[in-house]
């Protein structure tokens, strides 16, 4: 359930999956996008969305850090 703010008022933002945050991020920018907010809703629909960005980035670079190490042990020493 979100605030009037947009904000999630469940648990901590690690406990996103990145489709939720991702979702969730979409969602604030089409907000953002139509307008019709207040100033004050605006900077906080915002805020929220850099850090579901922030969570997206985690996850991005969690998978990517995961595919590099299996490709590290997969590849012949000395290539």
């Given amino acids: 359930m979100a605030d ?3 904000r999630r008022e469940a ?7 990145y489709e939720q945050a991702r979702d969730e991020l ?3 920018v089409r907000r953002l996008e139509t307008g019709g907010t207040t100033l004050e809703e605006s900077l906080a629909l915002w805020e929220r969305g850099e850090e579901l ?14 595919l590099d190490a299996v490709l590290a042990v997969e590849e012949p020493a000395g290539e």
């Fill in 26 to 28: 979409l969602e604030v």
């Fill in 4 to 6: 009037q703010r947009g």
């Fill in 53 to 66: 960005a922030k969570v997206c980035q985690r996850w991005l670079d969690g998978a990517r850090a995961r």
């Fill in 11 to 17: 648990g901590p933002e690690q406990a996103l999956g």
